[in-house]
């Protein structure tokens, strides 16, 4: 049976990843056949890496979260070689002028996962989900064929997290929306929907039936010793991996502009969807000297393809009410193809550029991707005009509760005054809910807006006090779904200050920003009794966005609402560590690092024991000092505070047991 299992992978491993067969399909399957009868003769002997548990697992009753042994972090953007430019001027800044190489990979349209392995077998697949923790979902991972159950080296890493982003061909994905449509189905909008969606079916029969691949891009958690990142690539591809066949090393940025422009020039000859190219620095050293944003690793940069463009006719617009009561013109479009998605409505963002534009009711006009996401109207066709075309303004109430509609002096956004709104209810609902917020994934808009109009629900607080039968009563619910609903709602009451900050919805706080109050406050009652100078003064926040968290939280209701959200359970992860070199001690940061961003340098602090604030006082215990630094540097020595610099910082932490 071990023999049968090793030979029956390793034709997998030539089939699918070296498209190399050296068997027949009928004598592949002849082996799976006896390998089948020897389990169901020997049933304690099957094991869970055996290539016959790959499709046939009962379906699932919902997903388990599970928390990624590294972060997988976002990429930030770029769009033009002058960009790409900037970006390598900072990353050669940074590592003072020294030669660097970079590998270019394609950036694949499809569902990013983390794949673990112990001793060398495939234990965990999980879906990326916010990048801090996605979703368990092992059983239909293991029904993908170019995923390798077990390692093909010997004295594999234990435990070893690979990153990989799960696909559909073209070919595949028509494949699948004929067969949709022959049972009465909606169609998938693109590949990387299908994609995502398939790996999200409860039943991995469904799964299997879709014919998923994928292209490993890198290590996640890892004891490897490893210095580049194309050694990682050849490791992997080692191990049984499949790795993109196109991607490079490159010595210039001058050699990665012209690969993405070659790529670009023939990206609809691939067999797959890509929508640019993932630019990485080579060097590990250099990318921990690099480091990473809250966000983004600083060493790595998706360079996108041009935005590609199509002309349809606008068949309406439509103003939408946001959570904050912003009213948004929305053009209604003909149905068109653009990057692959079809496209039915776009933004106009405001009154200001739909004028700008001149976009008008019954105008042809030419669309595209945003960044190949986001559907904008770049112009109308003028020339197109037949006379019949009318102009559209912006409407004196609310579409959605009949409220003035008011847009103040200076602002761009018109909005509606009723804070009680039905439409900005439900959109702080769905942004509560959301996935960087409390990331109750079973509520989405549809169930949002049956249980507001069935008065189940208020107000986010609401939410918690759901029970099974009258969920269960709901359209198209019943007792299983309520019960995933539930399962959901209760997972959302273990959270982050972070996130609930950002779950709140107050204005011009986004992640980031609740990162830092987070950060600095620690709790959410120390941020709700913060004075307007103490929130200004938090490096990275300013006086316009410590204005709206102050009276955010001068509101009444806004108050009720936490509280009652802490008496409903909600609760957030307390401080990881309350010992070592810098407990009890305050330490507040000023200038550019070089090691480190600020954030890095702010959790070092929070890591081991230390506690981290905004503005130098009598409460400073230690300011660290970098290039640069601001007033905090002054007012430290008029105190008597005693500074270091960054490298004395990292002995520190090196002397407590640290590592930086």
């Not at 249980?451 to 709901?474: N, V």
């Not at 955010?552 to 070199?581: H, I």
Request: hydrophobic fraction near 40%.
């Amino acid at each position: 049976m071990a023999k049968l299992r090793q030979a029956i992978e390793q034709h997998n491993y030539r089939y699918y990843i070296l498209d190399a067969p050296e068997i027949t399909d009928a004598e592949f399957d002849e082996l799976t056949r006896e390998l089948r009868d020897l389990e169901a003769q020997y049933p304690d002997l099957v094991t869970p890496d055996s290539p016959t548990q790959r499709v046939g697992i009962a379906p699932a009753e919902a997903f388990v979260p599970v928390r990624h042994r590294r972060a997988m972090l976002s990429l930030d953007n770029v769009f033009s070689d002058e960009e790409l430019q900037a970006w390598g001027a900072r990353v050669e800044r940074t590592l003072g002028g020294r030669e660097v190489d970079f590998v270019c990979e394609l950036k694949i349209d499809g569902a990013a996962v983390s794949l673990t392995y112990e001793d060398g077998r495939f234990v965990r697949g999980a879906t990326r989900g916010d990048g801090e923790q996605g979703e368990d979902v092992t059983a239909n991972l293991r029904t993908i064929k170019s995923i390798p159950l077990r390692l093909q080296v010997p004295r594999p890493p234990a435990p070893l997290e690979v990153r990989g982003e799960v696909h559909l061909s073209r070919a595949a994905f028509e494949s699948i929306n004929a067969e949709r449509e022959a049972a009465h189905q909606p169609r998938f909008a693109n590949p990387r929907n299908a994609a995502a969606g398939s790996l999200r079916q409860l039943d991995p029969r469904i799964t299997a039936s879709r014919p998923l691949d994928i292209f490993v891009y890198g290590l996640g958690a890892a004891a490897l010793r490893l210095h580049r990142h194309d050694e990682a690539l050849a490791w992997l591809r080692q191990a049984g991996f499949k790795i993109n066949p196109e991607t490079v090393v490159v010595h210039s940025l001058r050699d990665v502009a012209g690969r993405a422009a070659a790529w670009a020039a023939r990206r609809h000859e691939l067999p797959y969807e890509v929508d640019g190219v993932v630019v990485k620095v080579n060097d590990y050293g250099q990318q921990a000297e690099l480091g990473t944003t809250s966000h983004a690793p600083r060493w790595a940069v998706a360079y996108k393809f041009p935005a590609e463009q199509a002309t349809t006719v606008v068949r309406g617009i439509e103003v939408y009410v946001g959570r904050t009561g912003a009213l948004t013109p929305v053009a209604a479009l003909e149905p068109v193809r653009v990057s692959g998605v079809t496209v039915t409505s776009a933004t106009l963002h405001n009154e200001d550029e739909v004028r700008r534009k001149d976009v008008r009711i019954g105008d042809t006009v030419v669309v595209q991707r945003a960044g190949e996401v986001i559907p904008e109207i770049v112009r109308p066709l003028v020339d197109r005009r037949t006379g019949a075309e009318r102009q559209w303004t912006m409407p004196d109430r609310c579409p959605a509760c009949g409220s003035t509609v008011v847009r103040p002096e200076g602002e761009v956004v018109a909005r509606c005054v009723n804070a009680s709104c039905p439409a900005q209810v439900l959109g702080r609902l769905i942004h509560f809910c959301s996935r960087g917020a409390m990331n109750i994934d079973r509520l989405g808009p549809k169930l949002l807006m049956q249980l507001l109009a069935q008065r189940l629900i208020a107000g986010p607080d609401d939410l918690y006090k759901l029970s099974k039968d009258p969920l269960a009563a709901l359209e198209r619910m019943g007792e299983r779904s309520a019960q995933n609903v539930l399962n959901s709602i209760d997972g959302g009451r273990r959270t982050t200050l972070a996130r609930l900050l950002y779950a709140l919805g107050i204005r011009h706080v986004g992640g980031h920003i609740a990162e830092l109050l987070a950060a600095r406050f620690g709790s959410i009652e120390a941020i709700m009794a913060a004075p307007f100078g103490e929130v200004r003064d938090v490096e990275g926040v300013g006086p316009v966005i410590a204005e709206s968290v102050h009276l955010f939280f001068q509101q009444p209701p806004n108050v009720r609402l936490v509280r009652n959200l802490l008496a409903r359970g909600v609760r957030m992860a307390a401080p990881q560590m309350t010992t070592g070199v810098l407990a009890g001690r305050q330490v507040v940061i000023t200038g550019t690092l070089e090691k480190f961003s600020r954030i890095q340098a702010e959790q070092l602090v929070r890591d081991h024991g230390g506690t981290v604030g905004g503005s130098v006082s009598k409460k400073t215990d230690l300011l660290v000092v970098g290039s640069d630094p601001g007033s905090k540097l002054e007012r430290a020595e008029k105190l008597k505070v005693k500074t270091i610099t960054e490298a004395e910082f990292v002995e520190l932490l090196h002397a407590g047991g640290a590592q930086p």
